[in-house]
């Protein structure tokens, strides 16, 4: 049987954050990053394995753009927010906005293997942006990049589909919590912000 996100974590991720659906966790890199030019932010500088066949990808090859790292589920009541993440990417890509996702069973919600979640992601919702293998993003065994997310923001996951929007430079990471889905308004004025930014 699919579970699906209870309404009472939905109203303890509310709680948790400054107030339902804002921005919260929006921090300057605690020390000062080396990105000149095409440099790779420290972020960024990860080694991931690709959803579709499990090869190797740096996350370095989205450097200079402005970055939306999300925490994906297949059986929570949030996952219809794939389509509106789909969206975003198309609608932004030309701009330089790139969305990546990154499954976790940490709630026990992506129990399936990673060709099941390719194929569930590719035939439910169409998704064409980048997505990586199963991912720790909570405990002891959470990997680097939500590591230092949670680091960065004072806010880690505590549920499926947190979002971490990262500047061009990754000198800045607003995070928003499951309940701001990603039309909402606050946060597509965060994606225009850092997209206006050189």
Known sequence: ???SCPAFLALALAASA???GSPTGTAPSATPESVTGA???ALLQQNVLRLQDEKPQSLCQYRGKVVVVVNTASFCGFTPQYQGLEALHAQYRDRGLVVLGFPSNDFAQ???SNKDIADFCENTFGVKFPMFTKTR???KDT???FRQLAERTQMPPRWNFYKYIISRDGATVTAF???TTPTS???MAEVEKQLARP
Request: charge should be neutral.
């Open 143 to 145: 990997s680097p990049l």
């Open 1 to 3: 049987m699919h579970a």
């Open 18 to 20: 400054a107030a339902a």
């Open 110 to 112: 992506e129990t399936g």
């Open 177 to 179: 919590n499951s309940m």
């Open 39 to 41: 440099a790779c932010p």
């Open 185 to 187: 308004g606050k946060f």
């Open 137 to 139: 993003v909570t405990g």
